[in-house]
């Protein structure tokens, strides 16, 4: 018995001693920030955006022979967080990943993993000057900058024009603009049988649903808030309650079913419209005859007065970098107007840059689609970028899975509740 | 009268010394060769485990090696937040409504099962195969002919017609963690049938002769000597069961979008991932984890003192 309990204790010992371990033996920070070399990249996985990255990484080399760039597809994994949290905990991060959520941004920073962009002597100043006034969006509570604003995907509706003259409903001017109109209009499409849903927004519990669902419509309702302002919840308002009845009325009138769909729900028909950026065009284009409108809002507004959430893609440099002073200078190379550019041209997403309809006339003179698009891009708003942000969300959508998609309980106290605890986890360092 | 004592025979002396060589010869072999495992038990089980009881005694995180983070003992305030916490205590009470679904019916219907499939029955071999293939089929797919066949407007709904339940299967409160037990029992199924059948080889047959001489049925064979000549195998089976419906995950993360409706079918390793994983609690983590190992634990104990006395 003493000897199990002997051997008990010298394994947890042993654990204990372990998780202190760290094996970093590269360079110092301060050695790093001005070191250059060869680096490696990690890019998203999707087709459009691995030619992005492959053409940047070849237009690199050639002018850099000394400074090497590695790129390639963020491994397989349940979600690119989990896939980088394990790297920043094995050390093995890039030095750069073009697919950095903000909203784990917060979390990346508190493990050590991330290197500040601020630390630069030009940094902010970059990130500001791309980026305009939106910058501020991304500035962690400590005042810097642990992300590049990179590419937005502002959330619009996409409506099945087909679907919709089939339903009796005005396709070129649909009446969607208001929550009302929003659900009268849902109502007739799926009383006409021609769609089994009007829109099908996921209804499972992960913390990042209700960016496709929720947030736009607070967003746009509340005139551009986020659901965190200084350290206080906003959700639980006027304008979060009014957003929630819509989506709770949605759901209670059988318009948006309440369990997952395991397909696409708008390019099979099943849905009359989808909750998506501007990287569904290139996905829909052939397969669906689409328009596209803002997110409703109470009592409807002017389609230019729309906010709408950013749906942003940060890129993030890692501490785990050992030549941080060539990162830093492809990371301008890949976000300059040039680049923004190709990255417009190849993935139809839109740089997080200031004024794009007159940086590219061109582009969006030949694809009129997309303009939509690169106008809402303007009026984005970001998660917050605050402590235990995922916390906050996971918080949230349990909150709205309980009081909004099954009904239950009071829906104002369920967010209150919810809006406490969300302030406490903020507030939290 | 003087008592000499025997000389000491130098043959046995010799042979004993070359007996204590060889067994000390032997046990070195022998340590030798469950050395592979010894490690690997204490580097894949022994190892997390202690790091697990560290990490939930202190607000641990996962952390880039090297830097400089605070991770400071807190005591107990990560057992006493799970225990405070309505996700944790609802997704044991979810697993325990699992448990007293899936064990005793993994229990009866692989045995039946296995008793059918060791009898001379036509196309043995097919339903031996049959059986085994969902449990060697990857979870995705079979998750995807589920979602299928239970979602609204899915087959099973259709032929129910007016009788399908509302709301809908995976989305029913009631009915979600029933139906992940089901799911898993199928799952399963043939893994534990085989467990049976192995066991089945090992009843006399003498013993199904002589009740057979003194008249007894199907079900009395069954259930006085089939019963009792697998007991071994039945406490394997449900300890195996306990275990594994324990760390139930997949299915309520793929099958129920991350354990709904509304954590009705949210399993305390679904929350450990949530919370450990995507929220970097991992310290938390640790902790819920401990306290399902000590459940698991003790539920085995009893399983043990019930089953498995001789």
């Known amino acids: 018995m003493k000897r199990k309990a002997l051997t008990t204790l010298a394994i947890i010992s042993l654990g204990a001693s372990l998780s202190g371990c760290g094996g970093d033996s590269g360079p110092s920070a301060e050695e790093a920030a001005t070191a250059n070399g060869p680096i490696d990249i990690w890019y998203s996985n999707n087709a459009e955006e691995v030619a992005w990255g492959e053409a940047m990484v070849d ?371 | 009268m003087t008592v000499t004592a025997p000389a000491a025979d130098p043959q046995t002396n010799e042979r004993s010394r070359r007996g204590s060589r060889h067994k000390a010869g032997r046990q070195r072999i022998g340590a030798l060769f469950i050395a592979p495992y010894v490690i690997f038990l204490v580097a894949i089980f022994a190892y997390p485990v202690g790091l697990a009881v560290y990490m939930s005694f202190h607000d641990y995180f996962f952390a880039a090696p090297g830097a400089i983070v605070e991770r400071p003992f807190i005591g107990i305030d990560n057992y006493i937040r799970a225990f405070e916490s309505p996700a944790v205590r609802q997704s044991f009470g979810n697993v325990a409504i699992f448990l007293v679904l899936n064990v005793p019916l993994t229990v009866v219907l692989s045995l039946v099962l296995a008793t059918a499939l060791n009898a001379a029955i036509p196309f043995r071999t097919f339903f031996r195969v049959s059986y085994y293939v969902p449990y060697i089929t990857a979870s995705v797919a079979v998750v995807g002919v589920w979602l299928f066949l239970f979602s609204g407007g899915g087959l099973v709904n259709n032929l129910l017609g007016p009788l399908a339940p509302q709301p809908s299967w995976f989305v029913n409160s009631t009915l979600a963690m029933p139906l992940i037990a089901i799911y898993v029992t199928w799952k399963q199924l043939g893994f534990f049938v085989l467990l049976y059948l192995a066991a089945l080889q090992n009843v006399p047959k003498e013993l199904y002769e002589a009740a057979s001489m003194d008249g007894a049925g199907r079900l009395r064979t069954f259930m006085s000597v089939t019963v009792p000549g697998v007991r071994s195998a039945t406490f394997l089976v449900t300890l195996l069961a306990t275990i594994t419906g324990a760390n139930l995950f997949t299915e309520p993360y793929l099958l129920t979008g991350g354990g709904g409706p509304n954590g009705a079918s949210a399993s305390p390793v679904l929350v450990m991932y949530q919370e450990g994983i995507q929220q970097g609690n991992a310290g938390y983590a640790a902790a819920i984890g401990i306290l399902l190992i000590v459940a698991v634990l003790m539920l085995a104990g009893i399983q043990r003192l019930v089953l498995g006395r001789k």
């Open chain 1, 59 to 429: 237009a690199w080399n050639a002018e850099h022979p000394d400074e090497q760039v590695t790129g390639q597809e963020i491994p397989a994994g349940t979600s690119s967080e989990e896939v980088i949290t394990a790297a920043i905990t094995a050390g093995n991060a890039p030095c750069l990943i073009y697919n950095t959520a903000p909203a784990a941004v917060p979390l990346f920073n508190k493990q050590g993993g991330l290197v500040s962009l601020s630390e630069f002597d030009d940094g902010a100043s970059y990130i500001e000057t791309r980026t305009g006034d939106r910058s501020a969006q991304y500035l962690s509570t400590d005042g810097e900058y642990y992300q590049m604003p990179w590419k937005t995907n502002p959330s619009m509706i996409f409506y099945n024009k087909d679907i919709f003259s089939a339903a009796g409903l005005d396709a070129e001017n649909p009446p969607l603009s208001t929550y009302d109109e929003f659900l009268a209009t849902s109502q007739t499409l799926v009383d006409s049988g021609e769609v089994q849903a009007a829109i099908w927004p996921a209804a499972s519990s992960e913390f990042f649903q209700s960016w496709f669902d929720f947030y736009p419509l607070f967003i746009a309702g509340s005139g551009g808030q986020q659901l965190v302002e200084n350290g206080t919840s906003q959700f639980n308002n006027p304008a979060g309650i009014d957003a929630a009845m819509f989506w709770a009325q949605m759901y209670e009138r059988g318009l948006t079913p309440k369990e997952n769909y395991t397909g696409d729900s708008f390019a099979d028909g099943v849905a009359a419209m989808s909750i998506v950026g501007p990287w569904a065009i290139a996905v829909y284009d052939d397969a669906v005859n689409w328009g596209v409108v803002p997110v409703p809002t109470p009592d409807g507004v002017s389609p230019d007065e729309v906010s709408s959430f950013s749906d942003e893609k940060s890129i993030g440099m890692f501490s785990a970098c050992d030549n941080r002073g060539t990162a830093w200078e492809f990371l301008k190379f890949t976000t300059s107007e040039d680049a923004d550019g190709q990255l417009l041209e190849l993935t139809g997403q839109m740089p997080m840059r200031t004024e794009l309809p007159t940086t590219y006339p061109d582009y969006f003179a030949a694809n009129p689609d997309y303009e939509v698009f690169a106008d809402q891009a303007s009026r984005t708003v970001e998660v917050p970028i605050v402590p235990n942000s995922i916390d906050i969300w996971q918080t949230f959508r349990d909150a709205y899975s309980e009081a909004v998609i099954f009904g239950e309980g009071d829906l104002q106290a369920t967010f209150d509740e919810a809006a406490q605890r969300i302030n406490d986890l903020a507030g939290e360092e």
